[in-house]
């Protein structure tokens, strides 16, 4: 295999797999939108699930709360050093969440906007009591609150909402706010005033619409729900499967999610419970996935507690993997994930060392590249025989002709004398792709490198390069591993494919994040090192490079 078509296949399988995936979002079944403007404005308080212990469904009292907006309630706002949250007095529902360290754009004093209440933008966080006496089985309650807006000072904020029933219950949905964390507590401690017994359970759902695309051809990231169970640690479950069937798990512990590039919301039920996994779709606009706890009865005169978590905030796998097991999974590395997991370690080791992940990058790379040495080594080496072999298979060709059958018999015979193996210069590069494929989607997926420095004019290794000077570097990379290695082709069409290579990758890279860009440069000029020193080394051994 010539080194040329090596490199040729690293890009075409890259380039391939990309596409497949792009493919998927545009061909797959979409979401039918809403004919009208005013139903993508849908109400963020309809269609709770009854508690059934079967699949929740819409309530089944036959009213239907629609409005056009979030306006059927007061709003509270909650300011931490982490989170600037809107939650509405109806429902107890958070409706809006702002991320304050991390900024839309570098530089920006406008916070990402995680949550958002209205329009094809919408994604809110629901929960509340459902069950025979849940209120939120009759229509969304209405909860009071003693302030309209609230600051953590401390290590804790709490700030309680409360509700008396008309049978004469009171609960007390609190939300508990800590210092440096994008976790948030929320708890119902619900006093059985009355002198009947009460049966209810807790639910928790996120809602999101549908309507909003993202991601792109060459930056597949992936925007939709999932979720974990006892059997599945991690499972996608993105928008067309909602509109095909419903989830209907029954899991001890587990969790719901919504997850995109950096960020992810994510209900987590009590884990030593077993909980009801769901997920429905409303209006054909808004996907919805969440979970029913496990049902609760309350005698007359006693108090009980449910809890549960709302994590809102960014793909941050030490801390995910803290909250509950398989959420860090949501950091979505592909089917390679075991080792873009390690890698990731590895990378964040190294920045613990160096501080820049610019550097970090650098040198992960080096490490990778000089770890698989050996194998880079195999593949030139056998190219150089395979090249050696030349003027035989040239000969054979003359000697048999069209004859394919005996010109197959007589390379096989030539193989053995000779002791080439064809596929030693495939076999090493197999080997390699996933190591690269791994790295790609570390770099692609970390959060850690949105927004991130390097020096001079890269300023964020998330965004392409602002004057296009890595992917001219590299394309320039590019052209040179392919001067160094003979071309051997004979064909005037493929010797202009593999000269056009170098230019139609290099065009990719205008639209890469820096980050990936910079991987992609320093593992070439690695490359033309080792080449260079393999070269010199067969030469040594009588062995033409030529």
Known sequence: MESQRSFLLIGLAMVGFLLWQQWQLDYGPQPVEAAQTVTQQQNITSDMPTGSEDVPVASSNGQNYVTSSVQSGKTILVKTDTLDLTIDTVGGDVISANLVKFPVEQNSKDSYSLLRPNGEDLFIAQSGLVGKDGPDSKGRPTYTATENSYTLIGETLTVPLTLVTPEGVKITKNFVFTKDSHKIDISYIIENNTSDTKQLQQFGQLKQSMLKEDGSMFMPTYRGAAYSTEEDKYEKFDFDDMIDKNLKKSTPAGWAAMIEHYFVSAWVPPQNETNNLYSRVLQNTNGVIGFTGQSIIIQPGETATISSALYLGPKDQDTLAEIARG?????????????????????????????????????????????????????????????????????????????????????????????????????????????????????????????????????????????????????????????????????????????????AMSLFFFIFPAGLVLYWLISNIITLIQAKIIYASMEKRGLSTK
């Open 327 to 503: 959420l860090d999974l949501t950091v979505d590395y592909g089917f390679l994930w075991v080792i873009s997991k390690y890698l990731f370690f590895f990378l964040q080791f190294i920045h613990s060392l160096v501080g820049n992940w610019g550097f970090s990058i650098i040198l992960i790379t080096i490490v990778v590249k000089g770890a698989m040495y050996p194998l880079t080594k195999k593949q030139y080496e056998s190219m150089a025989k395979m090249r050696a072999l030349k003027p035989k298979m040239d000969a054979l060709k003359e000697r048999y002709g069209e004859d394919k059958q005996k010109m197959q018999k007589a390379m096989m015979e030539m193989y053995k004398k000779d002791k080439v193996n064809p596929m030693g210069g495939c076999f090493p590069l197999l080997l390699q792709m996933p190591i690269f494929l791994a790295l790609y989607w570390v770099l692609l997926e970390s959060v850690e490198l949105r927004h991130a420095d390097f020096i001079f004019w890269i300023t964020d290794l998330s965004a392409k390069d602002p004057f296009f000077v890595l992917p001219v570097l590299t394309g320039l990379s590019m052209y040179l591993l392919q001067k160094l290695q003979p071309m051997t082709m004979t064909d005037p069409m493929q010797q202009k494919i593999m000269q056009f290579m170098p230019v």
